[in-house]
DNA sequence: TTTGCAATGAAACAGATGTTGCGCGTGGCG
DNA sequence: CGCCACGCGCAACATCTGTTTCATTGCAAA
């Protein structure tokens, strides 16, 4: 752990330093946010100095003045980038030994349960009630998103068999956006990059006057713009090679159940009956716990 | 992942901005941490744009001028302490819905994520030699699971594209069984009540002399029986309404990676080979950062 | 086509910013 | 004691900030 070379270079030039650049300095290492956001006079108020004090506590650590202080204050505070997915992939594959290979379906557990952990859950309770406010529900996922569409648009049908569909079901193109129609709910699903099916139908249904619910990995995403409620996961994080689905699925399922929940009685009695009616199909075998 | 209040709002106006404005604003929402540190004019002049947008973009999200927007961003930067205005209710939601909603789904991402730490890595390893090793690899999961079958055949079809198939594509009925052929991997999702189908297949690739893969809730399972490695994951466990998938799903992609690392090289190969059809194709939207 | 309106960039504006020169006060050293 | 070098705040300075105004553009309705 490497300390930050403004704030270390501070702390080793202070001891030597006149009295008020002492106050100044130690005020500036417990404020450092602050140093790097408002401006010199501002500080200065809040330090009881005088703005010049910043300028030659700069000075005396060697930058030029306090700009290129605070330039290098807020270098250190930058968010770490996001690695792309596509960058990650050479170095993991060829830097990785044999017990290493072992550890990965660990590691990439560890990550996932990690991950779930920094999830919201309030936009996803309000996300829950577009839903359920909405006559009709479309979802779209593309590509490795569909299988979790897929799970989403099959948990919501449980209840609601006749308002909820799967866009894009017989391919790709078989993009209805005719369909769309002002009040509906649309549930699109997506993460860097963005495939061009997913903003397409997302621009679509929000000219169609669709409420639209985005499931992204960044509040940047462009299925997010114009979105009424979007709901973050982390698809990158973790060591696995391939992006991560779980966040996205504890979130679609966290966001069926409290729709289910708003649905009530008679939500209860229509996944009553859809659960008859797979009985009566025969599709699940017998319990042999309640049915010898 | 809670999303930035300030770039939430900017998020839902975007649609219904003027065209600069537009830019400008996924300028901002791409470089949050930029634009609460660098001057309006410099922020102006990386993105291409009149120092005025960016004064306008902030009017029309509401904000007094453009130093308020700032303002706002830099508060939900900020590290510890929390800020008098970081936490905000979801807009359009009653404050006492709210905390009764979002009860729910914490209860349900903790579940997950404390269920899947239970989870044991150690099959998986060797299930991923199995579908190594194998000619060609089916992968089954019928009803709720069906997605995460998709998943895991997605994810290996990107360095397998030609030995992996998806069971039951046209639907619940199309069991093409003749086609398992002994030596192949089959991978069965499933837990209980399990389908009948699901069953039928593990039974016939057994039958056949597939080397099957059980991915179920129980030891027990049906679709267990004759299995040569069994992945548990829990389906109950939460205060949901239905079963969660989300273990299964961590231990999809699990396997799904482990399997890649063992293609080693020729592995790589092939995924990169896959990446650049589906960029041959257009299915993404190019990334701004790196081809602005 | 003409008219009206929103959108946009260039330039002018007042105010704030970081800096610098000056003067005052203080404390060590001859 | 007298001197002076240093630390420090004050206020003027040039510069840059965010804002506003205004002329031009592009586009759609009349």
Redesign the interface.
């Known amino acids: 752990m490497v300390e930050d070379p403004p704030i270390a270079a501070l702390r080793r030039a202070l001891p030597g330093l006149p009295p008020r650049l002492q106050e100044a300095a130690r005020f500036v290492a417990r404020h450092d ?1 602050d140093a ?2 408002r401006s010199m006079r501002e500080l200065a108020a809040a330090a009881g100095a005088s703005p010049a004090t910043f300028t030659r506590l700069a000075r005396a650590l060697g930058y030029a003045g306090w700009e290129e202080l605070r330039e290098a204050l ?1 270098e250190t505070r ?2 770490v980038p996001a690695t ?1 997915f ?1 960058r990650r ?2 170095p993991g ?1 060829e830097a ?1 030994g044999v017990q290493a ?6 590691r ?3 990550a ?3 991950s ?11 996300a ?2 577009i839903l359920h406010e909405a006559p009709r529900i479309w979802v779209a996922g593309f ?2 998103c ?6 989403l648009h ?2 919501l049908r ?1 209840f609601r068999p006749a308002d909820v569909a799967l866009v894009g079901g017989a391919g790709p193109e078989d993009l209805d956006l005719g369909a769309l129609a002002a009040g509906d709910a649309l549930v699109v699903l997506g993460f ?5 099916q997913s ?1 397409r139908l997302a ?1 679509g249904g ?1 000219d169609a006057g669709c409420r639209l619910v985005a499931l992204a990995d960044a ?2 995403a ?1 299925i ?7 709901l ?3 698809a990158a994080s973790g060591p ?3 992006p ?4 996205a ?3 679609a ?6 729709c ?3 649905g009530g009685e008679s939500a209860l009695a229509r ?1 009553r009956a859809t659960e008859a009616r797979l009985a009566a199909f ?6 042999p716990e309640t049915s010898p």
């Open positions: 946010f790097a956001t807020i930058r968010p792309p596509s992939v050479a594959i990785m290979m072992a550890a990965l379906p660990a990439m557990l560890e996932d349960a990690a779930l952990g920094r999830l919201d859950p309030a936009p996803i309770a309000a829950a009630r590509r490795s569909r299988g979790v569409a897929q799970l099959y948990q449980l860097a990059p963005y495939s061009q903003l621009r929000r509040p940047a462009p997010a713009e114009g979105a009424e409620q979007l973050l996961f982390e696995g090679f391939f991560s689905l779980t966040g699925l504890a979130t399922q966290a966001l069926a159940a409290a289910f929940a708003l996944l025969a599709a699940y075998l017998p319990d």
